[in-house]
């Protein structure tokens, strides 16, 4: 039913002539001063609003009616974008540590190789998190995805064909860290990403995620240690005398890197993969259990070496039964620009492999 305003212009529905509303009577019924000048009762649904005589009235209704429009778009924009983001489940068994990670989920979690692919930014942290996701298109990089993830929480930024994952294999990933209350501050990440598609389509990939509670192929883009000031930089900036500008010739300092603490030369780094060094406790794993942390260790460590332009990277697997060293061979064959040979002998004994991280296009 049409709303009427006193001072409209209405004609009538059922009969020639209209008139003036005069009063509102009720919700239903409205008192119209016709041209004879007799003032009449009249039901509102007898009644059409004279937009040709209230010009100024019918450009409302259309602005109105944009408005409404406008309105239900934004509203349907945020219902679509809270659909895209969900909590992590922080106290998952084997939940990865708190930091920053791009994730590929199949939907299907009984056919991991086939079906659609969700492309998952996961912020396993204290802090709300501001992203900008990009990837490479013929040598430019195009912004795909761009907004804010809660603590503890993940965005779906798109679903993707297999068609498609090559498309998603390389790009870059930007995210500012921000917190309510802390005694230190985030240093913002920059993190590119690069890896072949052929990673997609090999089962051992994709393995269980604590915190997404699915099988995913799961990319570190920086721990939360590696991301925290070890100082409140604003209180460190005001006790050396206020901002500096860096002037072409002083060397930016380097962010602390997952890699950095196994460094043992510049560019150069040694991991040890026995089970003993990455746990304080496997009472209750099964070979299964150790086998995966060794090799989620494992490949957390390369990429965190690819991502700061390390040289080479040794890691020690140990001799037993050769599975995880002939594991770590045909995982490498996902890098690009890696190749890999047997470690000193003599240093080493024949449990370690030398990892070479050549440079891109070299």
């Not at 008139?19 to 009449?40: A, H, L, N």
């Not at 099988?215 to 939360?224: C, D, H, N, P, Y």
Request: net charge negative; aromatic share 8%.
């Amino acid at each position: 039913m049409e709303k009427f305003q006193i001072g409209d212009k209405v004609n009538f529905l059922n009969a020639t002539g209209g008139g003036t509303v005069k009063k509102i009577i009720d919700t239903r019924m409205v008192e119209v001063t016709i041209e004879d000048g007799f003032d009449i009762p009249v039901l509102m649904s007898d009644l059409v609003l004279d937009y040709r005589s209230q010009p100024d009235r019918r450009q409302q209704v259309v602005d109105n009616a944009q408005k409404e429009i406008q309105q239900k778009q934004i509203i349907e924009e945020k219902e679509m974008d809270a659909a895209r983001k969900s909590a992590l489940r922080r106290f998952g068994r084997n939940a990865e540590e708190e930091g920053l990670y791009l994730a590929f989920v199949p939907q299907d979690q009984q056919w991991l190789l086939t079906g659609l692919l969700d492309v998952v930014l996961v912020n396993n942290t204290p802090a709300d998190a501001l992203y900008s996701f990009n990837i490479k298109e013929e040598e430019k990089y195009i912004s795909v995805d761009y907004g804010s993830i809660a603590p503890h929480s993940k965005v779906v930024i798109e679903s993707i064909s297999r068609e498609d994952i090559e498309y998603w294999c390389e790009g870059y990933i930007q995210v500012i860290l921000s917190q309510e209350e802390a005694d230190f501050v985030y240093h913002p990440l920059h993190a590119p990403f690069s890896f072949r598609s052929s990673r997609f389509f090999k089962d051992g990939s994709y393995v269980e995620s604590g915190v997404l509670g699915e099988k995913a192929v799961m990319i570190s883009l920086s721990s939360l240690i590696a991301l925290k000031g070890t100082e409140t930089d604003f209180t460190k900036m005001m006790k050396e005398g206020g901002p500096k500008s860096v002037s072409s010739n002083q060397k930016l300092v380097k962010e602390k890197a997952a890699i950095d603490k196994h460094q043992t030369a510049p560019g150069e780094a040694i991991v040890d993969l026995h089970i003993g060094e990455l746990v304080d406790n496997i009472l209750g794993m099964s070979s299964n259990d150790i086998f995966r942390i060794q090799i989620n260790y494992f490949k957390k460590m390369l990429e965190s070496a690819i991502t700061n332009e390390y040289d080479k990277v040794t890691f020690i697997h140990g001799v037993g039964n050769g599975v995880l060293k002939n594991a770590i061979i045909e995982e490498l064959k996902n890098y690009e620009n890696t190749s890999n040979r047997m470690a000193s002998i003599m240093k080493f004994g024949v449990g370690a492999i030398d990892v070479m991280i050549k440079e891109k296009g070299a």
